[in-house]
């Protein structure tokens, strides 16, 4: 099945401590990007990739880092997440640029 | 700073009845525009796309594109409950980003 996966759904953290949420997508596509999702805000893009070792800032990129070593991985990093990285995040991957994207299931993250 | 607006709504529509979602977005080179159906705790749902002017239709779905007047529509016929649900509108604005707007509730009402 054609998919975005993304891991883990849910996760609690603490201010400070490093944490990684993984995406993964086996339709091999050239673009994937970031979106956090917040009430009242919408969609906003963090970082997209256009294909391996390229990568570009979004619209809200400070505090997160990412990579993309591999076509079909693209992890996203919070170094020292702070509350006001609470937030509803979403991978998404899209076969070229200009075209619609497909997103995974999203990851519910709370930093106390 | 590029941008895309919806009316957030909530938008009721009778069971049945034709509902029609806008959008207006503020940079007329733009290339793509896409409509995303998102269920409450769902991701988002890629559900038309069009590239150029006029009517774009798919099952019950039609999207409108006008481009000198910035404007993009989604026209929902013959609507069902199951079709309760925010949509978004997105816009390529040409630079490989997706730009959202804040999305419009929709119910309809049995």
């Known amino acids: 099945e054609a998919q975005v996966t993304q891991n883990p759904r849910y996760l609690i953290t603490v201010t400070g401590k490093k944490l990684t949420v993984t995406c993964s997508q086996n339709?091999?596509?050239?673009?994937m990007s970031w979106y956090r999702q917040d009430p009242g805000l919408g969609l906003r893009q963090i970082y997209y990739?256009?294909?391996?070792?390229?990568?570009d800032k979004g619209d809200v990129p400070e505090g997160y880092k990412v990579s993309r070593k591999e076509k079909r991985n693209f992890p996203l990093i919070l170094e020292s997440p702070s509350p006001n990285q609470t937030s509803l995040y979403f991978c998404?991957?899209?076969?070229?640029?200009?075209?619609?994207?497909?997103f995974g299931s999203g990851t519910r993250l709370t930093v106390v | 700073q590029k941008e895309v607006e919806q009316n957030s709504g909530p938008l009721s529509v009778p069971e049945g009845a034709i509902a029609s979602l806008n959008c207006t977005y503020s940079?007329?080179?733009?290339?793509?525009f896409f409509w995303y159906r998102q269920y409450s705790g769902k991701s988002p749902e890629l559900i038309m796309s069009?590239?150029?002017?006029g009517d774009k239709e798919d099952g019950r779905f039609t999207a409108q594109l006008n481009k000198a007047s910035q404007y993009v529509s989604l026209l929902i016929r013959d609507s069902q409950p199951s079709d309760s649900a925010t949509y978004l509108c997105?816009?390529?604005?040409?630079?490989?980003?997706?730009?959202f707007g804040t999305g419009t509730r929709l119910t309809i009402i049995p």
């Open positions: 998404a991957s899209s076969p070229y640029g200009g075209y619609g994207y497909t």
């Open positions: 339709m091999n596509h050239e673009y």
């Open positions: 990739s256009m294909n391996v070792e390229v990568t």
């Open positions: 940079d007329r080179g733009s290339q793509s």
């Open positions: 069009i590239y150029s002017n």
């Open positions: 997105a816009v390529n604005f040409g630079n490989e980003k997706l730009t």
